[in-house]
């Protein structure tokens, strides 16, 4: 026989795709917040996902900053690939 147990919280998580956390927030902005009926968690979501999006995009930059430089060197050295046939 199965034994059946209740979902854990990191279950219910993947299933919902979110998880709770702790915040804190400043006391006045969140009062604020509320008052305007803002979604705090959509909002902070919202933002924290910019943030690493432009995060990724730093490193990746970074990571890749050789590969660039030289890159950019031959396309000055060199031009475009195909440059010779742009109608434009």
Not at 8 to 35: F, H, M, W, Y
Not at 39 to 45: K, P
Not at 59 to 71: D, N, T, V
Request: with cysteine; charged share 25%; net charge negative.
């Amino acid at each position: 026989m199965q034994s059946t147990t209740a979902a854990t919280p990191s279950q219910k998580s993947s299933t919902s795709g979110k998880r709770a956390i702790n915040l804190s927030l400043s006391v006045d902005v969140l009062e604020n917040a509320k008052r305007l009926d803002i979604n705090i968690s959509q909002v902070c979501d919202n933002h924290l996902r910019e943030v690493v999006r432009l995060a990724q995009a730093r490193k990746w930059q970074e990571e890749h900053a050789e590969f660039i430089a030289a890159y950019n060197q031959i396309i000055e050295a060199e031009g475009l690939p195909l440059d010779e046939w742009k109608s434009f």
